[in-house]
């Protein structure tokens, strides 16, 4: 007869828990505009990749941000570029595995992780000032 194993059943829920960060939320400006950005982990305390999205509240449109590196309070991220037939489809027709890149982030946390400030960078192209809070 087999016996149930819930006693184990919380302490697998904990770690599991335990393994996903909080997401972290912040409002600020790329240049002069408005966002609002939420990274899956605190780029102060992360230990590994940072992801996010983010969005113009004037827009309302998620934008991913993939992680391309992260390092003792710093973190780059990868913005995806909007798809559309042309730029996310191979040859053969099959969606692409990496989606183009529009922009970098290159991102420093300061005051405990309060405030992040970096650079916004157009792929072969011009720069922004990024600031949240």
Partial sequence: MM???????P???????????????????IGTHPIVVEFSDDIAKANGPVAGRYFYPAQGVDIPLNPVSASSGKAELAEEKPCNSEICKEQDGDAEPKPP???????????????VEGTWRREGGASLPIRLD
Avoid: C, F, M, N
């Avoid at 016996?3 to 059943?9: F, Q, S, T």
């Avoid at 302490?11 to 400006?29: F, N």
């Avoid at 890149?101 to 405030?115: C, D, F, H, K, P």
């Fill in 3 to 9: 016996r149930p194993v819930y006693a184990a059943w």
């Fill in 101 to 115: 890149v529009e922009a970098y982030w290159r991102l420093t946390a300061a005051q405990g992780g309060a405030r």
């Fill in 11 to 29: 302490l697998v829920v904990y770690l599991s828990a335990a393994a996903q960060a909080d997401p972290t939320v912040y409002k600020g400006t």
